[in-house]
């Protein structure tokens, strides 16, 4: 039986998603609580393996189990194993055929900032702080910029192996929120550290450091030299899952192409 | 000079205030900050010394320093070599007879509870999680009778070494919140653990297992035993400082008897 299990985290206290040699993880979580229930080692698979730091509020992970549990009772027992900081949402039985990562066909984030005169010890962790005044208008041109089917090489972490880092976005925009803004973007799949690199570039931006009509040409370059920052993992959200074109459709319009099984690697 | 520090921090990752041979806790932040400043250890004394995992919108500290620093560089630097959980608001000088711990005539705690069909990871370690329905009138009412001056030794740990138990509260109250409630708490001074075991008796209360006329007999039979519960510490904010007679009867009436220098002990 393939088990799916809809899951969300908060990352502050977790390595990351995948798991390490040493050091709290949250597959670690899971693998911990399933080799218990299964008295022998199960791996899961994830459909995004999120960095230290990074959190989930929508995440996704399967597994086969031989054992005959019904999707409610899963979800009961893990949530009752599980620390405070990781919650199954959900669990439910799919076909074999499925698979987490591969029948992906689309991701949300959120980066989520907020501005005040001084630091909040109580936000440490959730959001990043970032104190200058921003021009929150332009952040949103040069946000939008970026969506539609471009090479992200110059947007991502160089130590990015996969060979095409062609990448479509079907959203990106910055919004206001009551004590900052969250940016929300929106593609097939995302490259190593592409969110919180074009965060870093977009913060540039609402610093008036850097100009939206620059994009077109950055994406151009494909030269990652030129934008040096990326945004602190804290403020960042892992957010929604797509598994079908039909959600993206719904969500982004009927008129988008949907670029289906492409690898849609962790960020 | 004797200099007076305004700080919030969030709790979850400190060991508690008090420093430790081993652990991250918040007096080892400022003591190693102001180390490497004075080319000496400074020992820092706290109005309270809040325990792993409680947090604190106010909290005061004193120490005294030869070094020639204005209150505005004060908070300046440290604020720069502190780390994102632990804010100062705050810096002035004081006379040097004014004592952080001794001065204290009063205290507010406040205590976060969500309540939801289930856990929000992002709640984690800043407000407990109660899943029953609890009935919050009764719990207001029941908070209300701890009004006044009582003998507290039923309510407080019984680790609590201090030979007097007798604390006067000038507030204690229920109050709904959008996700839940907080119960407000203030007084001259708390036993170890005290508001965490009357949380824990006003849960009781609120879940029908307690009435609130036990309130007047249990203050008289003095017997933890009685009340077997301890509410977890990630709740737990320590809110406001009273330095002052003047503070307290501002905020709690004019008619109100103020214990003075009575022996604040940490929670």
Not at 118 to 124: A, G, I, L, R, Y
Not at 154 to 166: D, H, L, P, Y
């Amino acid at each position: 039986m393939r088990v799916l299990v809809n899951i969300s985290y908060q990352g502050s206290q977790f390595l990351g998603f995948q798991i390490q040699q040493n050091g709290r993880t949250v597959q670690q979580q899971f693998e911990r609580i399933l080799k218990r229930m299964h008295k022998h080692h199960v791996r899961i698979q994830a459909t995004s393996r999120t960095d230290r730091g990074v959190h989930a509020i929508q995440q996704y992970f399967h597994f086969d189990s031989e054992l005959n549990i019904s999707e409610q009772q899963w979800k009961y027992v893990m949530n009752r194993a599980l620390p405070d900081d990781v919650y199954v949402k959900d669990v439910r039985f799919v076909d074999e055929a499925f698979h987490c990562r591969y029948d992906c066909v689309g991701k949300s984030y959120r980066y989520k900032v907020y501005q005040s005169p001084h630091k909040d010890p109580f936000q440490s962790g959730l959001k990043t702080y970032i104190p200058d005044t921003l021009d929150i208008d332009k952040m949103d041109r040069a946000a939008q910029l970026f969506i539609g089917t471009h090479d992200f090489t110059g947007f991502c972490s160089q130590k990015t192996e996969i060979e095409s880092k062609v990448r479509t976005l079907y959203n990106s925009r910055i919004k206001k929120t009551t004590d900052g803004f969250d940016y929300i973007v929106t593609g097939s799949g995302f490259l190593y550290n592409m969110v919180r690199v074009l965060m870093a570039f977009l913060i540039e931006v609402g610093k008036g450091k850097r100009e939206p009509k620059e994009v077109p040409y950055l994406l151009e370059l494909k030269d990652r030299n030129q934008i040096p920052f990326t945004a602190p993992a804290e403020g960042l959200y892992l957010e929604k899952i797509y598994f079908t074109s039909e959600e993206l459709k719904n969500d982004y319009g009927h008129d988008i192409e949907i670029h289906q099984k492409n690898s849609s690697k962790n960020i």
